[in-house]
């Protein structure tokens, strides 16, 4: 009897003791987390192009026309954070090489500009209004400079590129993203040469030394770019990602396969990504509140609704990936009242719709849990609000259910789940369940679970059993969430758009 005690304890004790699942494929750094859990965020594009009414200048524009009456860098961070966004990212430099802070590397800065008679700094401003409203902030350098003389020649990428990207990163840190685009050569001002200038983008800018300045200064920082390092473009500007979304992905040539950050993106392959890609690369959807990215008068009546802008979230946010939205501040150095009213519409739709988890409660039941171990990998973990505490199976259980009893009818028409990225992509495949007339019938599918996935359903549905079936994965899951909502109603947009008294910040 001793013996099968310490038979029994040692059995005990061996399941128990299970060992987490061992990862699958390529796997987030701590800084694609932390921009996985950001989510959303906006671009902010201002500068002289808002008072030439362009969207890309020439690089010849004259700093004197820098002087906006009255610049709130707490208004346009302030709207982005009302509508839900978590942080911003500045257009310090764009194409026409107009710098928007004091810079010791060219004399087209914000300090030879009237504003605040040269003494000026908008991304101090911007480093200042984020740091009192609890937001993220990132930086956009333009690699390409249209203004700059030495553009195209070597000394251009090492005494004036490099050196504008470690002043912002050594006066206006931490930040959290550093984001880089493609447009890169042609026709520009160039000191005055007035000519086209064409550079090979793969290998110009020395992308490992200069990512490298990054990868010291901003540790915590991810590099955007068309083939990362660290986030993809997603290949289109309209917002949205697949509906199956891989956070993996393999460039292109000229350099295919042999490291991230170079190559390019085909459209389609940047949407959905690659389920075998060797880098962990997720798609940030980029794409402006404005029919433009800088601001234009005639563009006040084509803001997008707040309806408009829920459903790019499902499509961005709710495929894994992350939305960027365009924000344009006007000539007064703030965003229009249009554009003001219609974050914060969007901004309370998403806070009333996720306040309340109508899975919280539920008593879940499932048909596997990895070594019998319920505390640590049990499906009580899906209800938490861990993005990190997990359902596993065993190795050998690679399609396992779960039902969630409610045991009251709830009503819902948004599903959403979450893999423990940690451990890397792993599900490529599940269905979801209601309990409806004595029988179970599916309500919903879903591809690429990833960091987060929302299902919007067609049509409310009511039930007090659900059920989730993972129907393909190459490996044991490690699922972190399962959540019901419903999708909050509000006002009729037209009425908010009218309202041209925007709240203060």
């Known amino acids: 009897m001793k013996y099968l005690t310490l038979l029994l304890l040692l059995f005990s004790s061996l399941t128990f003791a299970q060992q987490a699942p061992k990862p699958y494929g390529p796997l987030p750094t701590l800084g694609q987390l932390n921009w996985q859990e950001t989510g959303m965020y906006c671009i902010i594009h201002w500068g002289v192009d808002t008072y030439t009414d362009k969207e890309w200048g020439y690089g010849d524009e004259s700093p004197g026309l820098i002087n906006p009456s009255n610049f709130s860098a707490m208004q346009i961070v302030g709207a982005a954070k009302a509508g839900g966004f978590k942080g911003i990212v500045v257009v310090a430099k764009h194409h026409d090489g107009f710098c928007l802070w004091p ?232 965003l229009s009242a249009n554009d003001v009213a219609s974050l914060k519409a969007f901004g309370d739709i998403l806070k009333r719709t996720f306040a309340v988890n109508l899975a919280k409660g539920a008593t879940p039941t499932a048909s596997n849990t990895r070594g019998r171990n319920q505390a640590k990998f049990g499906p009580a973990n899906l209800l938490d609000a861990d993005r990190y505490t997990y359902w596993s199976t065993d190795d050998k259980v690679h399609t396992p259910q779960l039902i969630l009893d409610m045991h009251q009818p709830q009503t819902f028409n948004v599903i959403r789940l979450r893999e423990n990225i940690k451990l890397g992509q792993r599900i490529e495949e599940a269905a979801i369940d209601a309990w409806q007339n004595g029988r179970w019938k599916e309500v919903a599918k879903a591809t690429s679970i990833g960091g987060n996935r929302l299902i919007k359903l067609d049509n409310d549905v009511t039930t007090s059993k659900v059920r989730l079936r993972v129907i393909k994965s190459p490996v044991c899951i490690a699922l972190s969430d399962f959540g019901l909502y419903k999708e909050a109603k509000f006002n009729d947009v037209s009425s908010l758009m009218d309202n041209k008294t925007p709240p203060k910040f």
Not at 197 to 217: A, L, N
Request: hydrophobic residues 25%.
């Open 103 to 334: 810079t010791k590397t060219t004399e087209h800065n914000i300090s030879k500009s009237p504003y605040k008679n040269g003494k000026g700094d908008i991304l101090r401003e911007y480093r200042e209004a984020c740091d009192k409203l609890g937001m993220k902030m990132g930086v956009y350098c333009s690699p390409w400079d249209r203004n700059s003389a030495l553009y195209g020649k070597p000394e251009y990428v090492t005494q004036i590129y490099r050196e504008q990207l470690k002043e912002l990163y050594s006066n206006y840190g931490p930040l959290f993203i550093s984001w880089h685009d493609g447009a890169n050569g042609g026709d520009g001002y160039y000191g005055g040469a007035r000519e086209e200038r064409k550079i090979d983008r793969s290998v110009y800018y020395g992308w490992d030394e200069t990512w490298g300045i990054t990868r010291k200064m901003q540790p915590n920082a991810v590099i955007f770019g068309d083939v990362g390092p660290d986030v993809r473009w997603v290949g289109n500007e309209r917002g949205q990602a697949g509906e199956t979304s891989w956070a993996t992905y393999t460039p292109h040539a000229p350099d295919a396969g042999k490291k991230p950050g170079n190559g390019y993106v085909k459209d389609y392959e940047g949407t959905e990504g690659h389920r075998d890609g060797k880098y962990w690369m997720p798609a940030e959807c980029d794409v402006s509140l404005r029919p433009g990215w800088f601001y234009h008068q005639r563009q006040d009546d084509s803001v997008k609704t707040p309806g408009a802008l829920l459903r790019l979230y499902y499509q961005s946010v709710g495929r894994g990936a992350a939305l960027d939205l365009g924000l344009s501040p006007d000539r007064t150095g703030q």
